[in-house]
Each structure stands twice: as structure tokens, then as C-alpha cells.
């Protein structure tokens, strides 16, 4: 028993907190807040990189635009929250629609870097522009859910808001399910994702395809920023940390599956809050993002639920 | 259009010669011509450079240039570069303070032991390739400052404060740069530009200026001594076609993590100097966003060429300094108030990817070629 205490000393762990049944309770619902906005930035990361075989680097600030259009309808125009939100899910599908007419379609899909690099030109625009045009100054933007919490126990809430949370993601990624497998847009997103020339060869239009792609992925990437705002505050940088937590879940979960995504995000965010928690590591909450996707591309590169590519030699 | 100079004849000789000593001119009056701060109006907006923002911007330069040995000539995309830059800088820091090291004797601490973890974060990066590596350097780059930050390092690093060095970078009493400034002054015509004399702040800047210069010429000249012979074709045969290497004899592994080694080891130096050039290290400098905009530097610049890295140091450090004063729209009256610089640099760099994926090294050598051409050797003359 000494010997535990003086190891768990090391780690700044207290058996107090450890023992504490209320403590984990609270820090599993809150791990579950939290992962269900990293999974709805992934999902979104997802969709990208299904379609198109990249990374969009410039996911988490088409999020951003997104969640300052849905302040802005709501807060300023006065539209109930949810409608605000869906109206600037609209909006940055549009937009993501004409950046990916733009800047993305002019290069071969099959040349990954120079698209990388034009993501991380796009992210610094549009971060840039945000803080241009609202400044640094923060807001806040109210939940779509009501508050309160239906299950106390203690200090452990379930929240309405982490209902609403988890709830809209599962729905996100059951509507994307029938959506790719039960409609003829879903048909021809999975062709042109499994191979592109053969999908132009049968006559799918690949272009307005992929763009389609975007439009979702900006749309869910909204939605997901709506979700996490209301716990932080609204101001220019916020979708960064968000953008590498979010990157965490979907490699975990594997860059190419949906569902892998939600598991993924829902792990990251359970990690996350219970390891901050109990190893008092609030200044690493970043880091152990940075492991988790670290030991996953080393172990297992395809991640939990991706699937493997063949490359022929 | 000239008539084509044979490569390695005597007229090329003296057309490399002659330009070699115009960059040595320029590079050793700039600092007396802007020792006193160059402060221009263009169309109703004042401009201030200093030779501080110049210094900087040689630091950066040598921060690109090694991030050009591992994503410009080995194709390993690394956008987490700030970190082995802001490790060298709070290395040099940490040592200034508590050891009471000079800035320079740091170096032999730092370019080894960068270089070691540079090989060691290069060896499970073996494993991961192209965009994943990017994924997991990018996300490497976010954390660096809140390791800073952290508890049991924070009495050594400063924290959130950063790090303020003691030591003062002062001017040797044998470096006779007041005198040079004097006579600068007493030339007719442009030395009017030149001060009368240095102050004793304008004196250490300028040395820092020169002492900067002479570190990021040697890094210049001993990365070209290494990719120029077999070490640099073997990692450009790796970017271009790694089975094809592979097969030549090339071994892959060694020479990937050897990248990252030397890599990592030029940017500590580069850390270092920017600790030099600015006396103190906080960990939001070498955040995120410093990746990011080396990325863009070696992209503007030109990956894979030395001359990028140059044109790139310049871009990154001077387009934010010019658009944060620019205050109104250039012959308007419409106020900008902003981060414009980020902006334009994004748009620089989206710009370069369209219309010359080689960037600006790139754009000069066809000019270059055009102007002056040069032939080839025959084979076997």
C-alpha cells in the first residue's frame, strides 16, 4: 500500500480524487461533451479525406466562418439558435463549395502536397479574414439545447446540452450513412472515392462530386463548431485546438470511416478530460492528443476502423 | 537575346565572381544604411524598418533552410519545424542564463544535441509517410508551448513569461565600426544616408547583424557542401522516387532519419540566433504559427533550392511588418486594422502553388537564364 501511494505520488494522483465515484461520473459526462464536438469536426475530416485521399488542414476555419455566420444570425438578426445554425450550415457549404471550384479543382486529385499546402494557405485566410472582419474581441453564442440536467448524482450532471451533443452526432452520422448508401449522389461519392477514373469513365461527374463532398464536410464542420462554442468562447482561434483534438479522433477511428470518427472522437474526449483530471496534466491536454495520434499511425497506421490500401508496386 | 555563355568558361567565372562581390557589398552596407531606422512614406503610409527586422529575418532564413533538407529535399512533409527551433532558442536561453555560456559556445550544444533529436523523432517517422507525417508534425508544432508551460519546467523556463537573457551581445573594441560609419558618412552624394557615427545601441545592433550573417553563411555553405555530394542526391532520389532509390543502393532509412538529424540541427541554430537577435524567448513564439509560416516561407521561397530559403526568410518576416503599418488602403483613405499580413501571406502562398510550383527561386533562375544565358559543358570538355 506505501509503495502505491509513493508511486501515485509521482504522478500527482491522490487516492482521495481516485476513489472519488462522483468525480468520475462527472469527468465521464463531460469526457463525452467534449467528444462528441472532436467527433463532429472529424466526421467532417472524414468526408474530406474519403473523397478527395487528403487532409483538409483548412476543415477547422471553414468551421470557424461557419460558427461566426450562425453568431451572427442568431445573436445579431435575432433567429432562434437552431435555425441560425442550420442557415450558416448553408452559408459555409456555399462557401466551401466555391473554395473547392477554386482552389482545389485546378490540381490533379492525385497530388497530395501542393493541396496540403493549398489547405494551410486557405486556413490562414480565413482565420485572418475572421479576425478581420469580427476582431479578437470573444463572444459567446448560446447552445441549441435547452440547460439544466435531467441526471444528477453529486456533482456528476448529465447535461441536456451533452444529450443534445452526442444525440446530433449519431444522427449525423446515421443521415451520412443513408446518404452515401441509399441515395444516387451517395452512389457516385462512393464511386469517385474508390476510383476516380473509373467513376469518370461511367459517366459520374466527378467534379461537382467532390464538391458535394465539400459542401457536406463544411456543413457538419459547422454544425460540430456549434456544438463545442457554447462550452468555450467564440473568438478567432478557437477551431485549432478543436482542429488537432478532431485530428486525433479521426486518425484513431481511421481517416476513412464514419463511424470510426465518432469512436474515435468519443475516446479522445474520455481520455482527455479523465487523464487531465486524475494526472493533473491540464497543461498536456494538447500532448496526449499529439500520443494518441503518435501511437496510432505508429501501431495500427490505418487506425481502429480504417481500411487498408494495397499499393501496388 | 546575349549570346550563351559556355558553362565554367572564364566568362562565366567573372559574370559569378562580379556577382558575388555586389551580395558581399550590399550585405556589408546595409546595416550603416539602416543602422538609423529607414523610415519611407509610400502613397500616405510611413514605414519604419530597422535593422532588427533584417536580423530576424536571417534567423528565419536558417530556420527554412533546414526545414528544406527534410520537406524541400527529402519530400518529408514536417510542418512541425517551430519545435526544433524553439528548442534550440530555449537551449540557448537556459544555458546563457543559469550557465553564463556565451551566445555562440551554445551552439556546440545545441547543433548536437538537436541533431540527436532530430534523429530520434526522425526514426518513428520512418514509419509514417507523406501526409500522415504531416498530420502528426502539425499537431507535434501545437504543443511545444504548453510544454514550455508546464509545472516542473516552468523555474527554468519562464513559463508563460518567457525568458528574458541576461547577457548583452556587445561590440568588441577591435570592431572598428564606428570608424567604418564615419568614413561611409564622409562619401558625397550617399553617404548622407549613413549616420554620423553609431550610438551605443545602433553599434550592437549592427554587430549582431554581422555576427548573424557570418553564422547563417557558414550554415549556408556547409548545407550546400552536403547536398551537393552524395549525401543530397541520395535524398532527392528519396523525394522523387523512393522504390527507385531503394533499388540504386540507397538505404532509405538511414538517409531519412539522417535528414531529419541535420534538419533539426540547422533549425536549433537558427533558434539560437533568433534567441541572440532578440535577447529573450517566449513559448507563444514558436507556436503553431511559426510552422506555419515557415511552411510558407520554403514554398515562396522555393523548396528544394538554398536561394528559396533566402527570398523565403524575407517574405515571412517582412510582409507582416509592412501590412501591420500599413494603416489605410494604399492612396485611399480606407482604414485596414487587422492581421492583413497573415492574410496576404496565405494568399502568397496559394498564389505561388497556381502559378510557379518552383516559388520565387524558381521565377529568378528564368529570368536569370533569360538575361544571361548559360550552356551547358559538353560532355567530356
Known amino acids: 500500500m506505501n509503495g502505491l501511494t509513493s508511486l501515485l505520488g509521482v504522478f500527482d494522483i491522490s487516492l482521495d480524487k481516485l476513489s472519488n465515484g462522483e468525480l468520475w461520473l462527472a469527468q465521464f459526462f463531460r469526457g463525452l461533451s467534449d467528444g462528441a464536438t472532436y467527433a463532429s469536426v472529424a466526421l467532417a475530416l472524414v468526408m474530406i479525406y474519403k473523397s478527395t485521399g487528403f487532409i483538409n488542414f483548412a476543415q477547422g476555419s471553414l468551421a470557424l466562418l461557419g460558427v461566426y455566420l450562425a453568431y451572427i444570425f442568431s445573436v445579431e438578426q435575432g433567429l432562434p439558435v437552431a435555425v441560425a445554425v442550420v442557415c450558416a450550415m448553408v452559408a459555409s457549404s456555399a462557401v466551401a463549395m466555391f473554395v473547392e471550384r477554386v482552389f482545389i479543382r485546378p490540381f490533379p486529385p492525385d497530388h497530395v502536397l501542393p493541396l496540403v499546402i493549398v489547405t494551410l494557405g486557405l486556413l490562414l485566410i480565413i482565420d485572418s479574414a475572421v479576425g478581420i472582419v469580427w476582431g479578437f474581441r470573444t463572444r459567446s453564442l448560446p447552445s441549441m439545447f435547452p440547460s439544466g440536467a435531467p441526471i444528477e448524482w453529486g456533482i456528476a450532471q448529465l447535461t441536456w446540452r451533452t444529450i443534445g451533443n452526442l444525440g446530433t452526432v449519431f444522427a449525423v452520422v446515421g443521415l451520412l450513412y443513408l446518404l452515401l448508401s441509399r441515395t444516387k449522389v451517395g452512389l457516385a461519392f462512393r464511386a469517385v472515392s474508390s476510383n476516380l477514373e473509373s467513376a469518370r469513365l461511367v459517366g459520374i461527374r466527378v467534379g461537382p462530386t467532390l464538391g458535394f463532398g465539400w459542401a457536406l464536410a463544411a456543413a457538419i464542420g459547422t454544425l460540430g463548431g456549434a456544438l463545442v462554442v457554447p462550452d468555450l468562447l467564440l473568438e478567432p482561434s478557437i477551431m485549432l485546438r478543436v482542429l488537432i483534438f478532431s485530428l486525433a479522433a479521426a486518425a484513431l477511428g481511421g481517416l476513412d470511416s464514419l463511424v470510426g470518427a465518432v469512436i474515435g472522437g468519443l475516446v479522445v474526449g474520455l481520455a482527455r478530460n479523465l487523464l487531465v483530471t486524475f494526472l493533473d496534466l491540464s497543461e498536456l491536454a494538447l500532448a496526449t492528443a499529439v500520443a494518441v495520434i503518435l501511437v496510432v499511425l505508429l501501431v495500427r497506421p490505418t487506425g481502429l476502423f480504417g481500411s487498408t490500401t494495397v499499393e501496388r508496386v | ?381
Not at chain 2, 190 to 201: C, N, S
Not at chain 2, 239 to 267: C, E, H, Q
Request: contains cysteine; hydrophobic residues 50%; positive net charge.
Open chain 2, 1 to 381: 537575346m546575349k549570346a550563351a555563355v559556355a558553362a565554367g568558361s572564364r566568362q562565366h567565372r567573372q559574370r559569378q565572381i562580379i556577382g558575388w562581390v555586389l551580395f558581399a557589398l550590399v550585405v556589408a552596407l546595409i546595416p550603416f544604411l539602416i543602422a538609423d531606422t529607414y523610415s519611407p512614406t509610400i502613397f500616405g503610409n510611413r514605414y519604419t524598418f530597422g535593422l532588427g527586422n533584417l536580423s530576424q529575418a536571417i534567423g528565419m532564413m536558417v530556420a527554412i533552410l533546414g526545414l528544406n533538407i527534410a520537406t524541400g529535399y527529402s519530400g518529408q512533409l514536417s510542418l512541425g519545424h517551430s519545435f526544433f527551433v524553439g528548442s534550440g532558442a530555449y537551449l540557448t536561453a537556459v544555458l546563457v542564463n543559469e550557465f553564463h555560456w556565451s551566445y555562440l559556445s551554445t551552439l556546440g550544444v545545441v547543433v548536437p544535441g538537436l541533431f540527436v533529436f532530430g534523429v530520434l523523432f526522425g526514426i518513428p517517422a520512418l514509419r509514417i509517410q507523406g501526409l500522415y507525417l504531416g498530420l502528426l508534425t502539425f499537431a507535434v508544432a501545437a504543443v511545444f508551448p504548453s510544454i514550455i508551460r508546464l509545472d516542473e519546467v516552468k523555474d527554468r523556463t519562464g513559463g508563460s513569461n518567457g525568458l528574458l537573457i541576461d547577457s548583452d551581445l556587445e561590440a568588441p573594441t577591435w570592431a572598428p565600426l564606428g570608424t567604418v560609419t564615419e568614413w561611409l558618412h564622409a562619401i558625397p552624394g550617399v553617404g548622407a544616408r549613413v549616420p554620423d557615427g553609431l550610438t551605443g545601441r545602433q553599434e550592437e545592433a549592427v554587430y549582431k547583424y554581422f555576427l548573424l550573417v557570418i553564422v547563417a553563411l557558414v550554415c549556408f555553405w556547409l548545407v550546400r557542401n552536403i547536398l551537393v555530394g552524395r549525401v543530397g542526391r541520395a535524398l532527392v532520389a528519396i523525394r522523387d522516387n523512393p522504390l527507385g532509390a531503394a533499388a540504386n543502393g540507397v538505404n532509405l532509412a538511414a538517409y531519412k532519419t539522417l535528414s531529419f538529424g541535420i534538419s533539426a540541427a540547422v533549425g536549433g541554430v537558427a533558434g539560437t540566433m533568433l534567441a541572440m537577435h532578440s535577447g529573450f524567448v517566449g513559448p507563444d513564439e514558436f507556436g503553431f504559427s511559426m510552422a506555419i509560416l515557415l511552411i510558407v516561407g520554403l514554398i515562396v521561397g522555393g523548396a528544394g533550392t538554398l536561394h528559396g530559403a533566402v527570398v523565403g526568410g524575407l517574405a515571412i518576416q517582412f510582409v507582416p511588418v509592412w501590412s501591420s503599418q500599413t494603416q489605410t488602403l494604399p492612396g485611399t483613405d480606407v482604414a485596414l486594422e487587422g492581421p492583413y499580413g497573415t492574410a496576404i501571406l496565405g494568399g502568397l502562398l496559394i498564389a505561388i502553388i497556381f502559378a510557379l510550383p518552383g516559388g520565387a527561386a524558381h521565377g529568378f533562375r528564368r529570368i536569370k537564364a533569360r538575361l544571361m544565358p548559360v550552356a551547358p559543358q559538353p560532355p567530356g570538355g
